[in-house]
């Protein structure tokens, strides 16, 4: 899946933050250096990626948004939601046109349910109350939104509650991916990667809430035998139906234990970084 990086600069500073372990800084990158980019890459959806892509500004953005159109693709926009607390309503509507135009939607980064919990993760304070404002105008404004919710070892036991937490107040939200984190980057010590089994029962109540109140959910980075009754939920399921190639051909890799197991064909294996943390499943 084509991903581009505008920048390293962000407003936060994220405990599983993977960006330093993908690539340099790209200031001073042009628009037509990152079109040439794009249209050199594999169809498909475009993640936009930062940093924080909010940082831009409407003009950049709504360019680059209006030239991914242009190219046939869709966009999906990582990030943060702080800026979109404090950016001006014009300036919204701007960015989630052209975002809407492009067929595309916002993934956000929202890693906790509590402000505490929020500071202890990002390391930035004040980021939850700007992060559930951001939200908000976002979905008033007409944008899809797509909440990423990073599985860690500071947050695991609270899943339940983040689930009650965004069917509550985070009304609007299009669907709620639960990712387990990469262990590269900031998080490449493995200091914060917990067992799949340690985080499963906590991962299959939060799911129920979800299914029970009509929020739309998906999983990636858990393997599907570690879901129980949710393994349909897995994000990998269709890719490896449709052979599609990926990044989940290459982080991921099938491992002794995997032998026999029911869903073999339609799993790539648990993450390399946790086989290499935890040594086995």
Not at 226 to 234: E, H, S, T, V
Request: aromatic share 8%; with cysteine; proline share 6%.
């Amino acid at each position: 899946m084509p991903l581009i990086h505008l920048f390293r600069k962000c407003n936060q500073r994220c405990v599983f933050c993977s960006y330093p372990e993908e690539g340099g800084a790209e200031e001073g990158v042009s628009l037509k250096d990152w079109l040439k980019e794009i249209a050199a890459m594999p169809p498909g959806l475009v993640q936009i990626s930062g940093g924080e892509p909010l940082l831009a500004g409407a003009g950049g953005l709504c360019l680059l948004l209006a030239a991914v159109k242009k190219l046939g693709r869709r966009a999906e926009l990582q990030t943060n939601a702080l800026a979109a607390a404090g950016l001006r309503s014009e300036n919204i509507s701007k960015i989630v046109k052209a975002l809407n135009a492009a067929d595309g939607y916002f993934n956000v980064n929202f890693p906790a349910d509590t402000a505490a919990l929020d500071y202890r993760i990002t390391r930035t304070r004040g980021a939850f109350k700007k992060r559930l404002a951001g939200v908000g105008r976002l979905i008033k404004a007409g944008a899809r939104v797509r909440l990423t919710h990073i599985i860690s070892s500071l947050n695991y036991k609270r899943l339940p509650e983040f689930a009650a937490f965004a069917v509550k107040k985070l009304k609007g939200a299009a669907w709620l991916q639960f990712s387990y984190i990469k262990g590269i980057g900031r998080a490449g010590d493995g200091v914060f990667l917990p067992r799949y089994a340690e985080v499963r029962p906590y991962l299959e109540r939060a799911l129920f809430i979800c299914e029970k109140n009509g929020l739309h959910c998906e999983v990636d980075h858990i393997p599907p035998c570690f879901l129980g009754g949710f393994y349909r939920l897995n994000v990998d399921i269709v890719k490896m139906k449709e052979g599609r190639p990926g990044p989940h051909l290459e982080e991921k890799e099938r491992v002794p234990a995997c032998r026999g197991c029911r869903y073999l064909e339609v799993c790539p294996g648990p993450r390399k970084d946790y086989i290499a943390v935890h040594k086995t499943l």
